[in-house]
């Protein structure tokens, strides 16, 4: 079985739903109010282990209510948490609007996730890692400079990657304004590049190498979406599979995540998605 040890943040996600988003200023007065587990990286790890993968948390949560539900909902999807650290600072949440087009603006507010002391964690350095950039950037950066397997950084949300990162990163997930903010990613050795509704496209090098377009589908929501993708990909590559399967099913992935309206969408195995 594929092993992955995911590096990210853990969040309660309070999702407003709306007809539309409010502009500055304005208040809308028809929201529906959900509670649901969320943060990136504990979105990519439930989607990685319900792909079928073997898949460990690497974050931290607080000592309150949403804690206890956050592990429980790790550990529903499959998910390893005997290395989820528990801090004193609450559970990092998430402040989400989604409009009817499934459209989403979000505001994170990282608690817990800002005090993960990466000396705390006890791995196998051989074991590939998924990470993201929803927590301190000296954490990201400790999992790269110990592991010795691939380091697959989901470059989320944006921002300058120190040489480390670039050096130690062996596949680069990001989305068109993120690969518009880092241009050194064109010469990256393998980049995944989503494309929305257009799908998403694999550069080896700055060379497009594979593309896939989105399945068709109804898009309920688009908040989990991004790391499903990212959790497929790199389980499938983890796999051996090559460019042109991986990429096509990643983008089978995430189309079934915007049809799902829960930042951790229930996904089948990866098999599933092939073909």
């Given at each position: 079985m594929t092993r992955l040890d995911v590096l990210g943040a853990i969040n309660e996600d309070v999702v407003a739903r709306v007809r539309r988003a409010p502009a500055l200023g304005e208040t809308v007065a028809d929201g529906v109010l959900q509670?649901?587990?969320g943060?990136?990286?504990a979105n990519q790890a439930a989607a990685a282990a319900r792909l079928g993968a073997q898949v460990r948390m690497l974050g931290a949560v607080g000592?309150?209510?949403a804690a206890a539900q956050m592990r429980a909902a790790l550990e529903s999807a499959?998910?390893?948490v005997s290395a989820v650290q528990t801090v004193d600072e609450p559970t990092g949440t998430a402040l989400i609007v989604v409009d009817e087009a499934g459209e989403n603006s979000i505001v994170v507010c990282p608690g817990a996730n800002a005090r993960i002391d990466p000396d705390r964690f006890e791995r196998d350095?051989?074991?590939p890692v998924l990470a993201q950039l929803?927590?301190?950037g000296a954490v990201v950066d400790h999992l790269?400079?110990?592991s010795t397997g691939l380091f697959a950084l989901n470059v989320s949300p944006a921002r300058e990657l120190g040489q480390l990162l670039w050096d130690r990163t062996g596949l680069f997930i990001v989305n068109e304004g993120e690969y518009a903010a880092l241009p050194r990613l064109a010469t990256a050795p393998l980049v995944a590049l989503t494309l929305g509704a257009d799908g998403a496209v694999l550069l080896r090098g700055g060379r497009?190498?594979?593309e896939a377009p989105s399945a068709p589908t109804s898009v309920v929501s688009t908040v989990g979406a991004g790391d499903a993708f990212a959790a497929a990909l790199t389980v499938a590559l983890l796999r051996g599979l090559d460019d042109e399967v991986a990429l096509r099913a990643a983008c089978a992935v995430g189309a079934a995540a915007v049809a799902d309206e829960r930042s951790q969408p229930a996904l089948a195995p990866l098999d599933a998605y092939l073909g």
């Open positions: 509670h649901q587990p943060g990136k990286g000592r309150d209510a499959g998910v390893d350095a051989a074991v929803e927590v301190d790269a400079r110990t497009r190498v594979a």
